[in-house]
């Protein structure tokens, strides 16, 4: 037997024409809103929606159409995105701090921050949300078909420790399954808090 292409074919006398599937194309998903406002002298930028390279685009664009002194929030609501878009929203974000731009992040009453959200939202400082607001961490996903590998997963945690995730946390969630692939890990930011998670450093009240 002979494997092409994952699909396996007898040996014959006659060549055998095996028919390829189409190559996935881009996985296209709808780009997140982003909004600008003035609220207590900090500009907010709010996201709604999918972090794609097309909102990584839009939030550079604000970002440096913003006065330098002038301190920035962003406010999420998020179920997450791709990876590549929000590795490099997490860079520019670091990037202005250290230039010396107040850049706090902020999670709403109701509202959710998943997956590679946290990542974003662990960017900021101060980082702002209100007691049940929720957050999810899970292994990232192949968008073409769903799949995990062990390296791209260790190297999102070892992102969200750099970020400021406590290791002791990181160990709770991986001994829950919440790095497996199998589960979605998640807490309110009452919870995170009163865990010494690092993820939430300041409640809303």
């Given at each position: 037997?002979?494997?092409t292409?994952g699909?396996?074919?007898?040996?014959a006398?006659?060549?055998?024409?095996?028919a390829?599937?189409?190559?996935?194309?881009?996985?296209?998903?709808?780009?997140?809103?982003m909004q600008r406002?003035v609220?207590?002298?900090a500009?907010?930028?709010r996201?709604?929606?999918?972090?794609?390279?097309?909102l990584?685009?839009?939030?550079?664009?604000?970002?440096?159409?913003?006065p330098?002194?002038?301190?920035?929030?962003?406010?999420?609501s998020?179920?997450?995105?791709l990876?590549?878009?929000g590795?490099r929203?997490i860079?520019?974000?670091?990037?202005?701090?250290?230039?010396g731009r107040?850049?706090?992040t902020?999670?709403r009453?109701?509202?959710?921050?998943?997956?590679?959200?946290?990542?974003?939202?662990?960017?900021?400082?101060?980082r702002?949300?209100?007691?049940?607001?929720?957050?999810?961490?899970h292994?990232?996903?192949?968008?073409e078909?769903?799949?995990?590998t062990?390296?791209?997963?260790?190297a999102?945690?070892?992102?969200?420790?750099?970020?400021?995730?406590?290791?002791?946390?990181?160990?709770?969630?991986?001994g829950a399954?919440?790095?497996?692939?199998?589960?979605?890990?998640r807490?309110?930011?009452?919870?995170?808090?009163?865990?010494g998670?690092?993820i939430?450093?300041h409640?809303?009240?």
């Amino acid at each position: 037997m002979t494997a092409t292409f994952g699909i396996f074919v007898a040996e014959a006398a006659e060549p055998v024409s095996i028919a390829r599937a189409p190559a996935p194309g881009p996985v296209v998903l709808p780009d997140a809103l982003m909004q600008r406002s003035v609220q207590d002298g900090a500009t907010v930028l709010r996201i709604d929606g999918i972090i794609t390279a097309t909102l990584e685009h839009r939030l550079a664009e604000a970002l440096a159409s913003t006065p330098s002194a002038s301190p920035v929030v962003v406010e999420l609501s998020s179920p997450g995105g791709l990876t590549a878009a929000g590795y490099r929203i997490i860079d520019r974000i670091l990037a202005e701090r250290r230039a010396g731009r107040s850049i706090a992040t902020r999670v709403r009453a109701g509202e959710a921050c998943e997956s590679m959200c946290v990542g974003v939202y662990l960017a900021g400082y101060p980082r702002y949300a209100a007691p049940n607001a929720v957050f999810m961490v899970h292994a990232p996903r192949m968008a073409e078909n769903g799949h995990m590998t062990v390296r791209s997963t260790q190297a999102m945690v070892e992102r969200l420790v750099s970020l400021g995730a406590s290791t002791r946390w990181i160990e709770r969630v991986r001994g829950a399954g919440g790095f497996s692939g199998a589960r979605d890990y998640r807490e309110t930011a009452s919870d995170l808090s009163a865990e010494g998670s690092g993820i939430v450093t300041h409640l809303l009240r």
